[in-house]
């Protein structure tokens, strides 16, 4: 499994905006989807935003669509996922997700995980 580091993240007020990334430094994403999941407090992990390996077919759960964009450079080996617009309920702790099957949106589709960054957004 391919190691993912992840940066980013922090607290921000309701309306703004962050940018989490996630590198495998050594690693390559091949050609696998990836993905970003986020768990809040007391819930389970939910899916957020994925891609296909070229880059070209992002897609997104409902309750980020038009706000996040998702994104990776497969010759960097890296993918970010730009949040703007930022809710309180989109505080959570975020995980990076790789080696994952095509338009993949459960846990079990992404063999690989980042060890997760903390968003929080104030009202």
């Known amino acids: 499994q391919v190691q993912l580091v992840q940066s980013g993240g922090g607290l921000v007020q309701a309306g703004g905006s962050l940018r989490l990334s996630c590198a495998a430094p050594?690693?390559?994403?091949?050609?696998?989807?990836t993905g970003w999941f986020r768990q809040a407090p007391g819930k389970e992990r939910e899916f957020v935003a994925g891609?296909?390996?070229?880059?070209?077919?992002?897609y997104y759960a409902d309750s980020v669509k038009g706000r996040f964009t998702i994104s990776r450079d497969n010759a960097k080996n890296t993918m970010w996922l730009q949040m703007n617009s930022l809710k309180p309920e989109d505080t959570a702790v975020y995980f990076c997700?790789?080696?994952?099957?095509?338009?993949?949106?459960?846990?079990?589709?992404?063999?690989?995980w980042g060890r997760g960054t903390q968003v929080t957004v104030s009202s």
């Open positions: 050594g690693g390559t994403f091949s050609t696998y989807a």
């Open positions: 997700a790789a080696e994952g099957f095509e338009r993949g949106v459960a846990l079990g589709d992404f063999a690989a």
């Open positions: 891609i296909n390996w070229t880059g070209s077919s992002p």
